[in-house]
C-alpha cells in the first residue's frame, strides 16, 4: 500500500489544521494506520494511530484532547485534525501503516510510510 499525505502548513498558536492521509495500491481494511512525527534534531515520536477495522484509538499524552485521528472507510483516508496547536507540534508529520501485530505506538512495526508533511506552529 502507498501513502500520501498532506495538509501541512503554518499556522499560528491556538489554530488548527488537519492532515489527510490517503491509500493507493491497496487499502487500509486490515491495518493500525498511525501517525508519527519528527522534529528537527530529534527522534521520531509517535502521535495518534486507529485499528482500522473496530475504530480502536490510541493516543500519545502530549496530544490527547487536543489532536484527533479519524478514518473515513469509503475513501481510504486517514485524518489528524489538530486543535489548540502549540509551538512544539511543529514537525514533520508521516502516516504509517502496518499489518504487524505489536504495539500501535512502536514505530518499528509499521511497513509503509508516506513522505511526510511539514507542521509548522508559529506567530
Known amino acids: 500500500v502507498h501513502l500520501q499525505a498532506c495538509g501541512g502548513g503554518l499556522v499560528q498558536p491556538g489554530g488548527s489544521l488537519r492532515l489527510s492521509c490517503a491509500a493507493s495500491?491497496?487499502?487500509?481494511?486490515?491495518?493500525?494506520v498511525g501517525w508519527f512525527r519528527q522534529a528537527p534534531g530529534m527522534e521520531r515520536e509517535f502521535v495518534a494511530a486507529?485499528?482500522?477495522?473496530?475504530?480502536?484509538?490510541y493516543y500519545a499524552d502530549s496530544v490527547k484532547d487536543r489532536l484527533i485521528i479519524s478514518r473515513d472507510n469509503g475513501k481510504d483516508t486517514l485524518y489528524l485534525q489538530m486543535h489548540s496547536l502549540k509551538p512544539e507540534d511543529t514537525a514533520v508529520y508521516y502516516c504509517?501503516?502496518?499489518?504487524?501485530?505489536?504495539?500501535?505506538?512502536?514505530?518499528?512495526?509499521?511497513?509503509?510510510w508516506g513522505q511526510g508533511t511539514q507542521v509548522t506552529v508559529s506567530s
Open positions: 504509517a501503516a502496518t499489518s504487524k501485530v505489536g504495539r500501535p505506538t512502536a514505530a518499528v512495526i509499521y511497513d509503509y
Open positions: 495500491a491497496g487499502t487500509f481494511s486490515s491495518y493500525v
Open positions: 486507529v485499528r482500522w477495522s473496530g475504530g480502536t484509538t
